[in-house]
């Protein structure tokens, strides 16, 4: 696996990228590649059809994203819709909670 570290305005916005198998691409995206959590997940969609690999996001220090590991609005200011919410589901089932810094049951304010 890899650490996907995207952190538009400041904001937190690390994943942890596992993968269940061997089936793994040459290179890992990385977030100079995009900054973009959509596009991390139309990355992992690809790798899953074209090398058939099994693998998950999960997304830490969410109380470190400054409000943006859970939006209203997606990276692109559209709203969070149904096609968001069904793709988060499918690539990130989980989050971390705890870690030993800190734990993420924090609100944005």
Known sequence: GFEWSAAPNGGNMHRN???RDNNVPDLPLSSYD???VEELWEWMQKISDEEGATLLAIPHNSNASKGQMFPEVDSYGDPVDLDYATMRQTWEPLIE???IKANSEVHRS
């Open 34 to 36: 995009t900054s973009k």
């Open 17 to 19: 990228i596992i993968f």
């Open 97 to 99: 909670m705890m870690q």
